[in-house]
Nanobody, 123 residues
Framework: QFQLVESGGGPVQAGGSLNLSCAAS????????MAWFHQAPGKEREGVAS???????IYADSAKGRFTISKDNVEKTLYLLMDSLKPEDTGTYYC?????????????????WGQGTQVTVSQ
């Protein structure tokens, strides 16, 4: 069974950094495209970054230049390095995966989801 578990969230001041992790179990990550999503309080979940099976990324405009997505197929872990954090980055971050998938920032595209990790950015 393929499962995802996020970690690495927490409180941080504006301008700071966090590195989120998403540990996968069950199958090699090179068989999956994956993504990070952000859900701000009271808002819909939005795609932040996606990486395909080969490790090629795409980013939402809000993440470009600040966030870096990467995937370690050996460690079976997806990462999101977040720099220059802003208060509007506050919310729950979810990782997602699709078997034999492609790049996508649409949440309907993904079959597997983690439980989320909370990020709080203060002024």
């Amino acid at each position: 069974q393929f499962q995802l578990v996020e970690s690495g969230g927490g409180p941080v001041q504006a301008g700071g950094s966090l590195n989120l992790s998403c540990a996968a179990s069950g199958y090699p990550l090179d068989m999956y495209s994956m993504a990070w999503f952000h859900q701000a309080p009271g808002k819909e979940r939005e795609g932040v970054a996606s990486v395909d099976r080969g490790g090629n990324p795409i980013y939402a405009d809000s993440a470009k230049g600040r966030f870096t997505i990467s995937k370690d197929n050996v460690e079976k872990t997806l990462y999101l390095l977040m720099d220059s954090l802003k208060p509007e980055d506050t919310g729950t971050y979810y990782c997602a995966a699709r078997h034999l998938g492609y790049l996508s920032l649409q949440d309907q595209y993904y079959d597997y989801w983690g439980q989320g990790t909370q990020v709080t950015v203060s002024q």
